[in-house]
């Protein structure tokens, strides 16, 4: 089945540092894939998405590309913020197989002023 | 527009009893889905209602139900809570138009604690 694998945390950075996690999947079909960012106390809130194959999602500075031939999803950021200081999930759904979003285990950063 | 809301945010239960945890998604959505967050388990799909209909169901035992009902609103339900039911209980809503990967937009969760 449909699975998403991330770099496990937590990852600790000094602000104005460069981010990358890491996030690859295994699917069968043509799926979309998300990152979901959640800050203390909160729910899950999307950060950004791509829906086909060397589609590069951004928000908030953020950026993933959609690589098909490596099956990866990574999340980059050029300089964070103690903000950004969040627990972030990929994931990935294909609805035309059926109607899950499935996350990975999520990453915990933590940004040091 | 408003977003998805959950309520209650917070319950303390005891073991043994039931549970009703409440979702309303955004106004136009029809699909509602309901995960379990625990630090160990991480994100876990429970279950997922369109409407009014079981779509998809996870690993989840049958003490966990739920239902939706014909505005969209979705209930979902523990019986006999164990003290392994604690987490936090994150409802998601979306268009859910079959083959259109359209996301899903989560409420703040409602934070379950078994004593």
């Known amino acids: 089945g449909n699975s998403v694998t991330q770099m496990e945390g937590p990852v600790t950075l000094s602000e104005e540092a460069f981010l990358t996690i890491n996030c690859t999947y295994t699917?069968?079909?043509?799926?979309?894939l998300f990152w979901y960012v959640q800050y203390p106390g909160e729910g899950l809130q999307l950060l950004l998405k791509?829906?086909?194959?060397?589609d590069k999602g951004s928000n908030k500075g953020f950026e993933a590309t959609y690589r098909k031939e490596t099956t990866s999803f990574h999340l980059e950021k050029g300089s964070v913020q103690v903000s950004d200081s969040a627990v972030y999930f990929c994931?990935?759904?294909?609805?035309?197989?059926?109607?899950?979003?499935?996350f990975g285990k999520g990453t915990r950063l933590h940004i040091l002023p | 527009k408003a977003g998805v809301t959950q309520t209650p945010r917070y319950l303390i239960k005891t073991r043994g009893q039931q549970v009703t945890l409440s979702c309303s998604p955004i106004?136009?959505?029809?699909?509602v889905s309901w995960y379990q967050q625990t630090p160990g388990q991480g994100l876990q799909f429970l279950f997922e209602?369109?409407?009014?209909?079981?779509?998809n169901k996870g690993n989840f035992p049958g003490r966990f139900s739920g239902r939706q009902f014909s505005n969209s609103r979705s209930e979902m339900n523990v019986s006999t809570l164990e003290l392994g039911d604690s987490a936090l209980y994150l409802c998601?809503?979306?268009?859910?138009?079959?083959?259109?990967?359209?996301?899903?937009?989560f409420g703040q969760g409602t934070r379950l604690t078994v004593v």
């Open positions: 699917a069968t079909g043509y799926p979309s």
């Open positions: 106004s136009g959505h029809r699909s």
């Open positions: 994931a990935l759904s294909d609805r035309a197989r059926d109607d899950k979003i499935i």
């Open positions: 791509a829906t086909k194959a060397d």
């Open positions: 998601a809503s979306s268009s859910a138009i079959r083959n259109s990967n359209t996301e899903a937009f």
């Open positions: 209602y369109f409407s009014e209909t079981q779509r």
